[in-house]
């Protein structure tokens, strides 16, 4: 719309068969057979001024069939990028998704439910040069929200947690 607005919208369609997903343990491949998946995803992003972006999209899927493995009905996802002072670079963003399907396990061929999540995620990262080497030195945390959820009945993922570290560049 504006240099400092940008939206998408887009409408898709897949249909198939022989899907194949992968399944651990026991490690195999399982064939889903037949599928058809439609839906609408939109994001907006709003940049009003250079040091500062907003985003914000959001997914509906219609899977059939309604037990497709990794196919939640809705998903979404909102977050800010901020250049503090040059060099400071604050991201911030959040995530929910909604109860979807897997594999199952412990039962071959069999699905389970894992239910719907929201998580939220911070990084600080500073960028500076020294001597003709750009390094960035970072913090992040990940799940802040502390929220229990796993991608994968019997498989949880972790709580709040961080890491640090540095990236170069030559």
């Known amino acids: 719309f504006t240099s400092w607005l940008k939206a998408d919208l887009t409408w ?7 899907r194949l997903v992968f399944v651990a343990p026991p490690s195999h491949w399982e064939s889903i ?3 058809d998946n439609k839906g609408l995803e939109a994001t907006l992003t709003i940049t009003p001024t ?13 899977a059939s069939p309604e037990d497709l493995p990794y196919a939640p009905e809705w998903s979404g996802s909102a977050g800010v990028n901020w250049s503090i002072i040059p060099g400071l670079m ?3 963003d959040a995530s929910y998704v ?14 389970a439910q894992v239910d719907s999540y929201f998580i939220v995620n911070a990084k600080l990262a500073y960028t500076f040069l020294w001597d ?3 390094m960035t030195v970072f913090a992040a945390g990940e799940n802040l929200t502390d929220e229990e959820y796993q991608y994968k009945p019997d498989y949880p993922m972790p709580g709040i947690n961080g890491m640090a570290g ?3 560049a030559f």
């Open 12 to 18: 898709f369609q897949g249909k198939g068969d022989n």
């Open 33 to 35: 057979g037949e599928f």
């Open 50 to 62: 250079r040091d500062l972006a907003f985003f914000v999209g959001g997914t509906w899927l219609d």
């Open 90 to 92: 604050l991201s911030l």
């Open 98 to 111: 909604d109860g979807y399907y897997t594999t199952d396990t412990r039962y071959s061929g069999s699905r």
């Open 132 to 134: 003709k080497l750009e």
């Open 166 to 168: 540095v990236e170069f």
